[in-house]
C-alpha cells in the first residue's frame, strides 16, 4: 500500500486534512514520508508540539543532514544567508535581541493610526468603485504590503515588485530555479537599500538598524538585508492570508461579523482575532527541525539526527488545550495558541500583525455591513499550493 505523503489533502477548506487529525488520537506518534523520502516524527498534539519548538536540543538549522525540508524550493533556500528562523543559539538570541525593541507591543500600538489609515485607504477606493471587489488584490494584499514596507522603509513605487517576487519564492510547486532567482532578485534590491540609508538613514527599520548596529559593527549589511527580506516576506504573505481568510470565516458566522461593527467592546475584537488566528492556523506544513540529541517528547523517544514536523494547525486544536478546538468560538479565549509559533523563534511581528488584523476585521465590518460572497464558496480557489495557507482571490459584493 502506497503511504501519503505529509502534507495530506484538506477534506474542509477551513480544517486540516483529517488523516492528520486523526493522527493526533492515535497512542503512537508517527513517522511520515515528505516529498524527499525522509521520514520525520510528526507531533500533533499541543503539549509535544511546544516542547519541540522550545527544546534546544531540536535545530532549526535547515543546512543539517535529515533536516526535513518541507519542499525542493526550500532545500535550495539552505545555503543562503541564515535569517532568524534557522538559527540557532548563540547566533540566534544575539541577533534578536538588536531587533527586539522595534517589536514591542507599545511599538505596534504607536503604528495604529498609519494602519487604521491605510486600510480606510483600500476600502475608500472599493466603496468608490463598483459594487464588487477581490478583498485580496483590492484590501488583504495592498494593506499587509504598505504597512510592512512603511515599515522597513521602502518607497511605495517598488511595492509590487517586492509582491510578485515574494509570491514567486512561496509558490511549493515552482521551480527551484525561478524561485532562487527570486530571492536573489529581493537580496540584491534590500542590500542596495540598506548601502542608500548608510549615505542617508531615515526614520524607519532599515535606517535605525543602520546608525545603531551596522555602523558599530555590530551587524553586517547582508545580514541587515537578509532580516528585511524576512520581514518583507513573512511580515506581508502571512499577514494578508490572514486578513482574506479570516473574512471568508468571518461571513460564514454573520453574528460574529456583526459584534465587530461597535466601538463598545475592544477586547470582543481582540478575542476575534486570537480566535481566528488559532482556527485557521494559515501554517499548513508545520514548523520543522531536527534533534541534535536523544529527546524525549512525551512517551517517544527522538534520536539525534531524526527530524521532526511540529503540526501547529492540528494542535491548534487539540481538546486537551482547546476544549472545543474544532469550533470557531471566540467567546472561549484562545490565548496560547501556536499560531505564531512557540520558543526561542515565536514570530517577532505578531504584535503587528495582530493591530493590522484587528483594524482590517473591524473597518470591514463597520463600513461593509451587508459584505457578502460574489460566488459559491465552492468555486473558491484555496492556498493548498503554497507554503502559507489562504485564497489565491476572494470575489466579494454589497
Same mark, same amino acid.
Given at each position: 500500500?502506497?503511504? *501519503?505523503? /505529509? ?23 508517527? @513517522? ?13 498534539? %499541543?503539549?509535544?508540539?511546544?516542547l519541540v519548538l522550545s527544546d534546544p536540543r531540536f535545530s532549526a538549522d535547515k543546512? @543539517?543532514? !535529515? ?8 532545500? $535550495? ?7 532568524? =528562523?534557522?538559527? #540557532? ?5 544575539? +541577533?534578536?535581541?538588536? *531587533?527586539? !525593541?522595534?517589536?514591542? *507591543? ?16 483600500? +476600502?475608500?477606493?472599493?466603496? #468608490? ?28 513605487? &517598488? ?26 532578485? +529581493?537580496? &540584491? /534590491? =534590500? ?10 538613514? !531615515?526614520? &524607519? ?15 553586517? @549589511? ?22 482574506? +481568510? ?24 481582540? #478575542?476575534?482575532?486570537?480566535? =481566528?488566528? @488559532? ?62 509559533? /512557540? !520558543? ?16 482590517? %476585521? ?24 503554497? $507554503? ?11
Open positions: 500500500m502506497t503511504e *501519503v505523503l /505529509y502534507p495530506m489533502a484538506r477534506q474542509c477548506p477551513f480544517a486540516p486534512p483529517e488523516e492528520v487529525t486523526r493522527l493526533r488520537d492515535e497512542p503512537e506518534v508517527p @513517522r511520515v514520508p515528505i516529498w524527499n523520502g525522509v521520514r520525520p516524527w510528526l507531533f500533533t498534539r %499541543y503539549e509535544d508540539a511546544r543546512s @543539517r543532514p !535529515g533536516y526535513p525540508l518541507s519542499s525542493a524550493v526550500a532545500a $535550495a533556500e539552505t545555503a543562503v544567508e541564515p535569517t532568524l =528562523l534557522i538559527m #540557532d543559539n548563540p547566533e540566534h538570541d544575539a +541577533l534578536r535581541r538588536l *531587533v527586539l !525593541g522595534e517589536f514591542t *507591543v507599545r511599538r505596534a500600538e504607536s503604528w495604529r493610526p498609519a494602519v487604521r489609515s491605510v486600510v480606510a485607504g483600500c +476600502l475608500d477606493r472599493m466603496l #468608490d468603485g463598483p459594487r464588487r471587489a477581490d478583498l485580496v488584490t483590492d484590501l488583504a494584499l495592498p494593506v499587509a504590503l504598505s504597512v510592512i514596507c512603511e515599515f522597513l522603509g521602502v518607497p511605495l513605487a &517598488d511595492r509590487e515588485l517586492f509582491r510578485s517576487l515574494t509570491h514567486t519564492m512561496n509558490a511549493v510547486a515552482g521551480t527551484t530555479g525561478t524561485a532562487a532567482a527570486a530571492r536573489q532578485e +529581493l537580496q &540584491d /534590491y =534590500l542590500e542596495s537599500l540598506v548601502a542608500a540609508r548608510e549615505k542617508d538613514p !531615515g526614520d &524607519d527599520f532599515i535606517g535605525r538598524m543602520v546608525v545603531r548596529h551596522v555602523g558599530t559593527g555590530a551587524m553586517s @549589511r547582508r545580514t541587515l538585508s537578509a532580516m528585511a527580506l524576512l520581514l518583507l516576506t513573512a511580515g506581508h504573505d502571512t499577514t494578508a492570508n490572514m486578513v482574506s +481568510l479570516g473574512i471568508l470565516t468571518l461571513l460564514r458566522y454573520p453574528g460574529r461579523f456583526a459584534a465587530l461593527r461597535g466601538h463598545e467592546d475592544p477586547r470582543q475584537l481582540a #478575542d476575534t482575532v486570537e480566535e =481566528l488566528l @488559532r482556527h485557521l492556523t494559515i501554517v499548513q506544513r508545520g514548523i520543522r527541525r531536527i534533534a541534535t540529541e536523544d529527546v524525549e517528547v512525551g512517551d517517544r523517544l527522538v534520536k539525534a539526527g531524526q527530524g521532526v514536523i511540529a503540526a501547529i494547525n492540528v494542535a491548534n486544536r487539540d481538546p486537551s488545550r482547546f476544549p472545543s478546538g474544532e469550533d470557531f468560538d471566540p467567546d472561549v479565549r484562545a490565548h496560547g495558541h501556536l499560531a505564531f509559533g /512557540y !520558543g526561542p523563534h515565536q514570530c517577532l511581528g505578531q504584535s503587528l500583525a495582530k493591530v493590522e488584523l484587528q483594524e482590517t %476585521y473591524h473597518a470591514v465590518a463597520h463600513r461593509l455591513p451587508e459584505l457578502r460572497l460574489a460566488v459559491p464558496v465552492e468555486e473558491i480557489r484555496f492556498k493548498s499550493d503554497m $507554503a502559507v495557507y489562504g485564497v489565491h482571490e476572494l470575489p466579494v459584493t454589497w
